[in-house]
């Protein structure tokens, strides 16, 4: 029996094809769509309500639920590897216990494409019963999440891409690239260098490349 790892030649169906190239094709559209309609004061809105808590001593948290909470725990490692310090919150745990977590004027930034999910608006009430602000992302302006929140961003798409127009492609990508760009922002507001960064990032083929750049602690010292 030959146990080399051989390589199938199966080619994708026809439909697949076209379904592939539609996907791609919609992408662009909707991220070119959504970045000729970014709203810069909401994003400053967005970024003064985050930057008024942390003078204050408060924290931002991230949530959402079904794929925006996977957006929510990547949007809360940026922050925090960036000069900002971020909180995953799970979005149905929180109203069993984790709005714990949470203290009176933090922050927390709730994600949903439609605005409406149950059980955010649970998540939502809970969280401004403990008295914190909430920045919403959604692709619908005029939904419960963007009523409800003090601060929004727009995220909308027409299309998700795929052969169903249901599974969260598309609005995940434009729900990501808002908060990368909240994120770059407050990264400014902190002067978060190199030298920074790699105190947070260390590992890994970057945290290499940082290192090698950036003076060691050894070296700042002999220079005084």
Request: with cysteine.
């Amino acid at each position: 029996m030959n146990t080399n790892t051989e390589v199938l030649n199966i080619m994708l169906k026809e439909e697949s094809l076209r379904a592939f190239d539609n996907f791609l094709e919609s992408a662009g559209e909707e991220l070119n769509r959504f970045l000729d309609g970014v709203d810069k004061d909401a994003y400053n809105t967005a970024a003064s309500l985050i930057l008024e808590a942390q003078s204050a001593g408060n924290r931002i948290h991230v949530t959402g639920i079904g794929k925006p909470s996977h957006v929510a725990t990547y949007a809360a490692s940026l922050l925090s590897s960036t000069g900002n310090p971020a909180y995953y919150l799970h979005g149905t745990e929180a109203v069993h216990g984790s709005c714990g977590q949470l203290v009176a004027g933090d922050v927390v930034i709730a994600i949903s494409n439609s605005g409406e999910t149950s059980e955010l608006k649970a998540t939502v009430i809970a969280v401004k019963n403990n008295r914190c602000r909430v920045i919403g992302v959604s692709g619908n302006p005029e939904s419960w999440l963007a009523k409800h929140s003090d601060a929004f961003l727009y995220a909308g798409i027409k299309n998700e891409g795929g052969p169903l127009n249901r599974a969260p492609r598309n609005s995940v990508l434009t729900e990501m690239l808002a908060l990368q760009a909240l994120s770059v922002a407050l990264q400014c507001e902190k002067n978060w260098d190199a030298k920074k960064y790699v105190t947070c990032h260390p590992g890994g083929k970057l945290g290499d490349c940082l290192l090698y750049t950036s003076p060691s602690p050894r070296d700042s010292t002999s220079s005084r």
